[in-house]
């Protein structure tokens, strides 16, 4: 039987247990993400979106799921001692696929109207808000994972911010993978800002137990007119991990949007992102790093759909690539007719650490105006062997010398992060990343 029909055939037989533990907002659209996991499957590597990543693969194992909302605590204290020296947050755990309370969390601080914690609990209670803007960027009328997320998705996290309503402190909200047993964890995260608000959202995703994991997450975003909002998205988990991510954003007119995209550790990830231009004069800076080793893979897919004239679009992916691991990017800017005056640049570097790794990249432009500024280029390449041997010269040491230009090297995108303690935090990351640190940990351990 193939992997869809395993998973329409589970729901089917537990409808009753998932709608329970979940809200009536959230279940109205289960229907319709039966009928597109049964119409279009899940994705393979038969399709020019998924060439070099067979994500149909990894739902074949029989993965267990916790649908009957079993509490499944987790030490946050003991377990989780990650932090960001010298920036302050407001708190926020997933446990899984679960909100979680924790005395880590915040619990207070927030400005008046604004909502962070429980998409099941904002279903409940603000069923009203939650219906407007859930499920309706996740494109589930192709083959992808917003169907099976909608379909077994029971919780998550919602950040809602009104009009006019600036949030100073940066909001954290970590995703812990915790269990005994193989885990398929099914995450959703839905964020609103309202017209010329602000926001700042990072996202910490790591994993505590050596066990097998497989992630699937749905994030939409929706930008009001004016509205400036930041996310940074941090995958920090092991090799056994499987994690397929797709992001939508909207973005009315004059909002300034900005992502950054980190994996740092992994197993297999695929980062889907489609952005779409609604009203003239946004923004988006769109940016990435991998950094990879031994059978790790890494699919970046990026899509702008400029929609509207006088907007500005800016990509930047880097991949350090080593031993065996692999990597693709697939960028398209899709310019539509009658959106003039845009400007999109769109940008892939990779280095390629011996002949075993492996990079795909394949950037794209599909144009129908004519006065418009756009650019796309890609690079696939080694480490400069002129400045290796030149810092050799002065003395440094050959794997000193490597790291310091790798370092360098992704030190472009991390430099785009505009939180200052942030960005300081990651060059560390990187520099243990790159000098084998973090393999050497197990879960959030690398970052004490």
């Given at each position: 039987?193939?992997?869809?029909?395993?998973?329409?055939e589970?729901?089917?037989?537990?409808?009753?247990?998932?709608?329970?533990?979940?809200?009536?907002v959230?279940?109205?659209?289960?229907?319709?993400a039966?009928?597109?996991?049964?119409?279009?499957?899940?994705?393979?590597?038969?399709?020019?979106?998924?060439?070099?990543?067979?994500?149909?693969?990894?739902?074949?194992?029989?993965?267990?799921?916790?649908?009957?909302?079993?509490?499944?605590?987790?030490?946050?204290?003991?377990?989780?001692?990650?932090?960001?020296?010298?920036l302050?947050?407001?708190?926020?755990?997933?446990a899984n696929d679960a909100?979680?309370?924790?005395d880590?969390?915040?619990?207070?601080?927030?400005?008046?109207?604004?909502?962070a914690?429980?998409?099941k609990?904002?279903?409940?209670?603000?069923p009203d808000?939650v219906?407007?803007?859930?499920?309706?960027?996740?494109?589930?009328d192709?083959?992808?994972?917003?169907?099976?997320?909608?379909?077994?998705?029971?919780?998550?996290?919602?950040?809602?911010?009104?009009?006019?309503?600036?949030?100073e402190?940066?909001?954290?909200?970590?995703?812990?993978?915790?269990?005994?047993?193989d885990?398929?964890?099914?995450?959703?995260?839905?964020v609103?800002?309202g017209?010329?608000?602000q926001?700042?959202?990072?996202?910490?995703?790591?994993?505590?137990?050596?066990?097998?994991y497989?992630?699937?997450?749905?994030i939409?975003?929706?930008?009001?007119?004016?509205?400036?909002?930041?996310l940074?998205?941090?995958?920090?988990?092991?090799?056994?991990?499987?994690?397929?991510?797709?992001?939508?954003?909207?973005q009315?007119?004059?909002?300034?949007v900005?992502?950054?995209?980190?994996?740092?550790?992994?197993?297999?990830?695929?980062?889907?992102?489609?952005?779409t231009?609604?009203?003239?004069g946004?923004e988006l800076s769109l940016?990435?790093?991998?950094i990879?080793d031994?059978?790790?893979?890494?699919?970046?897919?990026?899509?702008?759909?400029?929609?509207?004239?006088?907007?500005?679009?800016?990509e930047l992916?880097?991949?350090v690539?080593?031993?065996?691991?692999?990597?693709?990017?697939?960028?398209?800017?899709?310019?539509?007719?009658?959106?003039?005056?845009?400007?999109?640049?769109?940008?892939?570097?990779n280095i390629?650490?011996?002949?075993?790794?492996?990079?795909?990249?394949?950037?794209?432009?599909?144009?129908?105006?004519?006065?418009v500024k756009?650019?796309?280029?890609?690079t696939?390449?080694?480490?400069?062997?002129?400045?290796?041997?030149y810092?050799?010269?002065r003395?440094?040491p050959?794997q000193?010398?490597?790291?310091?230009l790798?370092?360098?090297?992704?030190?472009?995108?991390?430099?785009?992060?505009?939180?200052?303690?942030?960005?300081?935090?990651l060059y560390?990351?990187?520099?243990?990343r790159?000098r084998g640190?973090l393999?050497q940990c197990?879960?959030?351990?690398?970052?004490?």
């Open positions: 039987m193939k992997p869809a029909q395993n998973y329409i589970l729901f089917k037989e537990n409808r009753a247990l998932v709608e329970r533990g979940s809200a009536g959230m279940n109205t659209l289960r229907d319709a039966l009928s597109s996991l049964a119409r279009y499957g899940l994705p393979h590597n038969r399709l020019e979106e998924y060439l070099h990543t067979d994500v149909s693969k990894w739902f074949e194992p029989d993965w267990g799921m916790n649908l009957a909302r079993l509490d499944m605590p987790v030490d946050f204290a003991q377990a989780f001692k990650c932090s960001v020296p010298n302050s947050t407001q708190l926020y755990f997933l909100f979680a309370s924790s880590r969390a915040s619990k207070a601080g927030l400005p008046e109207g604004v909502f914690g429980s998409l609990e904002a279903a409940q209670n603000r808000l219906e407007k803007f859930y499920g309706r960027l996740a494109d589930m192709k083959p992808g994972i917003a169907a099976i997320n909608t379909l077994f998705a029971q919780d998550g996290y919602i950040l809602y911010v009104p009009d006019g309503v600036t949030i402190k940066p909001l954290q909200l970590i995703t812990l993978l915790s269990s005994k047993v885990l398929m964890v099914n995450r959703r995260i839905l609103v800002l017209r010329a608000s926001a700042k959202l990072l996202l910490c995703d790591h994993a505590l137990a050596a066990n097998n497989l992630t699937t997450q749905v939409e975003v929706f930008a009001g007119q004016d509205s400036t909002f930041e940074y998205d941090l995958e920090e988990t092991h090799t056994a991990n499987l994690r397929a991510s797709e992001l939508y954003i909207s009315d007119a004059g909002s300034k900005s992502v950054d995209n980190l994996t740092l550790h992994n197993g297999q990830t695929r980062n889907t992102v489609c952005v231009f609604d009203g003239q946004a940016n990435g790093v991998a990879t031994k059978s790790q893979h890494v699919d970046n897919m990026t899509f702008v759909d400029h929609r509207v004239p006088d907007c500005t679009s800016s992916f880097k991949y690539l080593d031993e065996s691991s692999t990597g693709a990017f697939a960028g398209k800017v899709l310019v539509r007719e009658g959106a003039q005056h845009t400007s999109s640049q769109q940008t892939n570097r390629c650490l011996t002949r075993e790794a492996r990079m795909f990249t394949q950037p794209q432009l599909e144009i129908y105006a004519d006065d756009c650019s796309h280029g890609a696939v390449g080694q480490l400069d062997d002129k400045a290796l041997f810092m050799r010269q003395g440094i050959q000193e010398a490597r790291m310091m790798m370092l360098a090297f992704v030190g472009e995108v991390i430099g785009k992060v505009e939180l200052e303690p942030l960005r300081d935090r560390r990351l990187v520099e243990k790159f640190e393999t197990e879960g959030c351990r690398a970052c004490r």
